[in-house]
């Protein structure tokens, strides 16, 4: 526990020196991503089913300037409750720790906040990418899948986004992007998009010996492991598409960008869908969660220099 910004928490740090599967977690969609109650419902609901499949969460966020990793029930009642916290990925992440102030993790900043403790399995809903009201608006979750050596496992990403111009982007830089029993890549509410991965894989087994070959090869980047949301909770494509004009249209006249631009986007099409985006959102995380889980099983796991 001696690294001045990051704070393991007892059971995350257990679990590693024990060498036991962890599965990260981040908490921007605790923030920013969902609506209260049900965002604490979500994150309690993540835990239970990364326990239920044999691998321990690592819910990560700041609090009071501190990067925690590993989250008491308290803390997650306390920090989902807060309407103040901030949306951190790499660049915010100093401002929140001089400030001490309270922050969710963004995918990129999660990936690096797990990656720094030796968590490589992580689940998400979906990741950020290029938007579509402005091509320059680039996640920068796209750039971490890059440079930092995790498995994110998501629903493909949202969308809201250009997904053709976010495959594009990942494919310049390197990343795996693979199909959990699927060759197209999902679309989060829907599980099409007619668009393909770079691979397709049927186990978590075998989306861990995938892990192992490309990083045996020395490669950097993080793979990106697509599953799709089941087929009771997901909404095709054409019920989705003009929500989302309608929703991105709004955000183009009301001039909201950067940061801003994927809260304001979900929480739109939530009201959109009189609350049906919100339950797909959910199933789709649940879904994640498990898969992580199951992988996570598979991945050796090494307490860092700094934690011992
Ligand atoms: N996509 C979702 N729900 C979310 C997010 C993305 O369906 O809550 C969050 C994730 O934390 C993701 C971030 O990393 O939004 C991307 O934000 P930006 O586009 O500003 O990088
Ligand atoms: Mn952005």
């Not at 090869?217 to 909404?235: F, Q, R, T, Y």
């Not at 609350?275 to 796991?301: C, D, M, Q, T, Y």
Request: hydrophobic share 45%; charged share 20%; with cysteine.
């Amino acid at each position: 526990m001696r690294h001045p910004h990051i704070q393991l928490s007892p059971e995350i740090s257990r679990a590693l020196d024990i060498g036991a599967p962890i599965v990260a977690l981040e908490s921007t969609v605790i923030t920013h991503g969902l609506p209260q109650p049900q965002n604490l419902q979500l994150a309690r609901d993540m835990e239970k089913q990364v326990r239920d499949h044999g691998a321990t969460p690592a819910t990560i966020a700041l609090l009071d300037g501190k990067i925690r990793i590993g989250l008491s029930d308290q803390e997650l009642v306390q920090f989902s409750e807060s309407d103040s916290t901030l949306k951190v990925s790499h660049r915010d992440f100093a401002a929140a720790i001089v400030k001490k102030a309270n922050g969710g993790t963004t995918v990129a900043g999660t990936m690096f906040a797990a990656n720094m403790a030796g968590i490589k399995v992580f689940a998400t809903g979906g990741i950020g990418g290029v938007h579509k009201e402005s091509p320059f608006d680039i996640s920068t979750d796209l750039r971490s899948l890059a440079e930092i050596p995790t498995i994110v496992v998501c629903a493909g990403a949202k969308a809201i986004l250009d997904l053709p111009a976010t495959l594009e982007v990942l494919e310049t830089m390197g990343v795996p992007v693979v199909g959990y029993r699927t060759d197209e890549f999902p679309a989060f509410y829907s599980r099409e998009s007619g668009l393909n991965v770079s691979a397709r894989l049927d186990s978590p087994k075998e989306i861990a010996d995938f892990a192992k070959a490309h990083w045996e090869l020395g490669m950097k980047s993080g793979i990106l492991v697509a599953n799709p949301i089941p087929e009771a909770e997901s909404i095709p494509t054409s019920g989705m598409e003009p929500i989302i004009a309608k929703a991105s249209a709004e955000a183009v006249a009301q001039g909201i960008h950067g940061q801003a631009l994927t809260p304001f986007l979900l929480s739109r099409i939530g009201e959109l869908t009189k609350g049906k985006s919100l339950k797909a959102n959910l199933a789709l995380l649940l879904n994640n969660a498990r898969l992580a889980a199951e992988i996570a099983r598979e991945i050796p796991v090494k307490k860092k220099e700094w934690a011992i």
